[in-house]
């Protein structure tokens, strides 16, 4: 009986730790940078919580640079089908290796559109560029207070890129990183950070979320 209550209570323990492991967040401003790397070296610099840039990732989509974004909506339909299979088996490799949950998803986006800023709250985002220049703000969740954030907690009432920031006197205190996503490079975001992007180009990008089960919690 001992053995048993002594085995449950090592169980919980350790699913606690898991949760608290999947609930860390790093504020450090350093940006890693790795080429095309394999998964045990992809694994281990995210394991540092800092945002992360891969090149080299879509080398097999290569021949997609020669498209024209809007042109994915008039590809035929097997054609399309095909491309989207292709993609979202390429960077299944990229999910979370503990993933019960995940998802991709497919942006075409005209030059010069925006979001507003978001909070990453999956175990793992990650953004990989196919087409075009991506610019993208990154803010730490120290900086969360500065944001004019809805409810929610997940998204700014703000855009950025449009509106007027006076009228936002607060984001002025804050500090952010930018960085340049080209084609072939991959930005992961950690979970708790704040992002916000424009397209210089017409753009052609994908998002890939994964959720793990202590994440969930």
């Known amino acids: 009986m001992m053995t048993k209550t002594l085995f449950f209570i090592f169980i919980i323990f350790i699913i606690v730790l898991q949760i608290v492991d999947a609930r860390k967040t790093n504020n450090k401003f350093d940006i890693l940078q790795i080429d095309n790397p394999n998964k045990e070296e992809f694994e281990k610099v995210l394991n540092n919580r800092s945002p992360a840039i891969s090149t080299n990732v879509s080398m097999n989509f290569f021949d997609l640079q020669k498209m024209i974004p809007k042109n994915y909506y008039t590809l035929q339909k097997k054609d399309r089908e095909t491309l989207d299979k292709n993609l979202k088996e390429h960077f299944k490799y ?69 509106d007027d920031l006076l009228q936002f006197p607060l984001i002025s205190k804050t500090k952010y990183v930018e960085i340049l996503l080209y084609p072939g490079q991959m930005l992961y975001i950690p979970r708790g950070w704040f992002y916000t992007y424009i397209n210089e180009d017409e753009s052609l990008s994908i998002k890939v979320t994964s959720e793990t089960l202590f994440s969930l919690f």
């Open 94 to 162: 990229y999910i979370h290796p503990l993933s019960v949950k995940h998802n991709f998803e497919i942006n075409v986006e005209e030059e010069k559109s925006s979001n507003k800023i978001t909070k990453s709250t999956e175990a793992r985002l990650l953004i990989c560029q196919l087409i075009g220049l991506k610019k993208i703000l990154l803010f730490s969740p120290q900086q969360e207070k500065y944001l004019y954030l809805k409810r929610s907690g997940k998204n700014s009432k703000l855009n950025f890129f449009e």
